[in-house]
C-alpha cells in the first residue's frame, strides 16, 4: 500500500486479557520496526525486523510482549494478560534496510487503554 | 540511560520568529541524525536529515545544525509558521552499521500570533 498501515485505531481492553496489534508495512520495505509512546513520554523502541535475520527484541519491556513478521509481510505484536501500565499508543514503523536516508515511515498508531 | 535527549518539553514562538529546537546525545558512534514531527493522532513523520560528515543541512523553512564536538544538534524554522505546531522529535542512528534509530522525548512547539 501507500503507507503503512496499523489497525485497529483504537483498543479498549479490560486488564488480564489479550490483545494483538497488526501492522502493514509498505511494499519492499524490509525492515519493520514497533514503538510505543506513552502518555507525555517520547517514542520507545520495542523491537525490530530486518528481512529473515533474527529479530532485535532488546526493547520489549516483558515477557508478556511478543511480535512475529511473516517474510517482509504484516507484523503482529501481542501483550498478553495487559496491565494499566500497557496503555500507549503503539506505533510501527518501516523502512529500506538501515531506515534509509529518510528514516523510517510511520503508521497512525493504534491506542490502547487497559481499563 | 536516555542516549538523545531533548531538554525542553515545550516551546513557545511568536509566527514569523525563528524556532529553535535543541537535542543532545551521548552515542559517539551515532552517525546520523533525523528530525521528526507529529501531530496530535498521527504517526511521526520525516522532516530533516543530516549525516555526520556534515555540520549543516537546509531545506526551505528548516535548518539542521550539527556540532560534534559537543554532541549537539539543532533545529531552526524560519519563519515560523502556525501550521508548525506540533511536537518535533529529535533521533539519531548508528546508519553505517543499519542499527534502529533512537529517539528523544519530544519537544512540544507552539506558534502563537
Known amino acids: 500500500g501507500a503507507g503503512v498501515s496499523q489497525s485497529p485505531s483504537n483498543k479498549v481492553t479490560e486488564k488480564g486479557k489479550d490483545v494483538e496489534l497488526r501492522c502493514d508495512p509498505i511494499?519492499?520495505?524490509?525492515?519493520l520496526y514497533w514503538y510505543r509512546q506513552r502518555l507525555g513520554q517520547g517514542l520507545e523502541f520495542l523491537i525490530y525486523?530486518?528481512?529473515?535475520?533474527?529479530?532485535?527484541k532488546s526493547g520489549l519491556p516483558s515477557d508478556r510482549f511478543s511480535a512475529e513478521r511473516t517474510g517482509e509481510s504484516v507484523s503482529t505484536l501481542t501483550i498478553q494478560r495487559t496491565q494499566q501500565e500497557d496503555s500507549a499508543v503503539y506505533l510501527c514503523?518501516?523502512?529500506?534496510?538501515?531506515?534509509?536516508?529518510?528514516?523510517?515511515?510511520f503508521g497512525s498508531g493504534t491506542r490502547l487503554t487497559v481499563v | 540511560d536516555q542516549q538523545v535527549k531533548q531538554n525542553s518539553p515545550s516551546l513557545s514562538v511568536q509566527e514569523g520568529r525563528i524556532s529553535i529546537l535543541n537535542c543532545d546525545y551521548t552515542?559517539?558512534?551515532?552517525?546520523?541524525f533525523l528530525w521528526y514531527k507529529k501531530y496530535p493522532a498521527e504517526g511521526p513523520t520525516f522532516l530533516i536529515s543530516i549525516s555526520s560528515i556534515k555540520d549543516k543541512n537546509e531545506d526551505g523553512r528548516f535548518t539542521v545544525f550539527l556540532n560534534k564536538s559537543a554532541k549537539h544538534l539543532s533545529l531552526h524554522i524560519v519563519p515560523s509558521q502556525p501550521g508548525d505546531s506540533a511536537v518535533y522529535f529529535c533521533?539519531?542512528?548508528?546508519?553505517?552499521?543499519?542499527?534502529?534509530?533512537?529517539f528523544g522525548s519530544g519537544t512540544r512547539l507552539s506558534i502563537r500570533p
Open positions: 511494499s519492499g520495505h524490509t525492515a
Open positions: 552515542n559517539s558512534m551515532f552517525d546520523y
Open positions: 533521533a539519531a542512528s548508528e546508519w553505517s552499521s543499519a542499527s534502529k534509530i533512537i
Open positions: 514503523a518501516s523502512s529500506l534496510p538501515g531506515g534509509g536516508t529518510r528514516g523510517y515511515t
Open positions: 525486523f530486518q528481512g529473515n535475520s533474527a529479530p532485535d
